[in-house]
């Protein structure tokens, strides 16, 4: 069973959290034909692999995704894949199939945030909110949107894409040096996501530690300022103890874990979460 600590119950009843959504949520979504899943770091560059002008670079590649290094190899994969080949490809893999919403997106969109930022291009999430239960409905704000502030200030529930979104490819954030471009060219919104970061606890939810995206998001947000009110990352009980203490010590990040590759009782914990919420929302109807 997953421990919820009540001060983060708390925090998510009074919407006072964001909750920041990885590829794990949506892995295990299936498309309309029951036929496929989103691919993961590794499939996803694979598939992309193929579309390569050359495959000279072949053997260097696969070594960085042996290690891990998916950062690495995404750099060299992508400035070999000409952009209509890159659009033709995220379309294929995370629009053509019409994915269905996992339990995650579900036990997610119950909790009700006022924000979910996520760094998937997919609109799973985005979709299956649009049909959702919130009163006053969703917007989706992409990093290189100019509505930002504006959404965050008005009661509608938010979505943040902040490494782009399927709806333009060209504006993907997949490699560092994009993630730098990006930062670089649409500094307003990485200080306001700074800011959020600042003022709000965060529930990472559907990451490993060894996520690209993530690692991104950590390296470079300002995070670590000290504060009674830890972040928290759902993780499975299979991370190496002295990672787990660096991470609280650097980013004030506490570990909820299930059962390693029990991804039954990672959505069972989740539902028990938004009951949890839910119940403390009736109680302090005020929030």
Request: with cysteine; glycine share 4%; charged share 25%.
């Amino acid at each position: 069973m997953m421990h919820w600590p009540k001060a983060l119950v708390t925090e998510l009843a009074s919407r006072r959290c964001i909750v920041f959504l990885g590829a794990g949520a949506s892995a295990a979504c299936q498309s309309q034909d029951g036929k496929k899943n989103p691919p993961n770091w590794t499939h996803f560059l694979d598939l992309l692999m193929f579309h390569m002008k050359s495959r000279i670079d072949e053997t260097i590649i696969n070594e960085f995704k042996s290690k891990e290094k998916f950062l690495e190899a995404a750099e060299i994969i992508k400035k070999s894949v000409p952009s209509a080949d890159f659009s033709t490809f995220i379309r294929k893999e995370l629009v053509t199939p019409r994915y269905l919403q996992s339990k995650v997106h579900e036990y997610v969109l119950e909790i009700d945030p006022k924000v979910v930022v996520t760094t998937n291009y997919d609109e799973i999430y985005d979709n299956y909110c649009k049909n959702g239960s919130a009163n006053e409905g969703y917007n989706v704000s992409r990093y290189y949107d100019r509505n930002i502030v504006e959404n965050l200030r008005s009661p509608v529930r938010l979505i943040v894409k902040a490494h782009g979104c399927v709806s333009d490819p060209s504006q993907i954030v997949l490699t560092k040096s994009e993630y730098f471009k990006a930062r670089q060219s649409f500094s307003s919104f990485y200080k306001i996501l700074d800011a959020l970061f600042l003022t709000h606890t965060i529930l990472f939810l559907g990451y490993s530690l060894t996520d690209p995206d993530i690692q991104l998001v950590l390296e470079n947000v300002n995070i670590s300022v000290e504060s009674a009110h830890p972040h928290y990352f759902v993780t499975g009980n299979n991370t190496n103890a002295a990672i787990k203490e660096a991470m609280k010590r650097a980013y004030n990040i506490e570990f909820i874990e299930f059962a390693a590759g029990d991804y039954d009782a990672f959505n069972d914990g989740l539902y028990e979460l938004a009951e949890s919420v839910k119940s403390n929302r009736i109680i302090n109807p005020s929030v």
